[in-house]
């Protein structure tokens, strides 16, 4: 079964406004994760400048030996992205469904400030939902 180890969602101004580890080897504290963040927010840009065609959106899929980090920017500039086991297949349109999940029960939130860090029950309840159907249909493939 493909697992993700760990979600980020990260503000346009590079800041980690969201973290979840679902039981990677290597579990991050918080200092790592901001690192990560932070690190990931300063490729995503370079590599946007850097790329020789032109409307570039920036790095969507880093392969590495060990995992996959799979990346999305919305419009606002909030990056999510995932880290999961290598070759694991579907993760834009799920990067997609959290995107979803995002502005249905982050953004449309009256009590949430933006570019802050996210805190919300119905966010981290439907995003746990989504995440299991996504497992379900893998296994179904």
Not at 90 to 111: C, G, R, S, W
Request: aromatic share 12%.
């Amino acid at each position: 079964m493909a697992a993700i180890y760990s979600l980020f969602i990260i503000n346009k101004s590079g800041g980690l406004i969201f973290y979840k580890d679902y039981g990677s080897a290597g579990r991050m504290d918080t200092n790592d994760s901001l690192r990560v963040a932070s690190l990931w927010h300063s490729m995503h840009a370079i590599s946007q400048q850097l790329s020789p065609t032109v409307g570039c959106s920036g790095i969507e899929l880093l392969e590495a030996d060990a995992f996959d980090l799979h990346c999305f920017q919305s419009l606002t500039g909030t990056k999510f992205f995932v880290v999961c086991e290598p070759g694991t297949q579907h993760m834009e349109a799920l990067l997609k469904v959290i995107y979803e999940l995002y502005t249905d029960y982050v953004l449309k939130n009256p009590f949430y400030e933006m570019e802050m860090p996210i805190r919300c029950e119905l966010f981290d309840l439907n995003l746990s939902q989504a995440l299991q159907k996504d497992r379900v249909a893998l296994l179904g493939r």
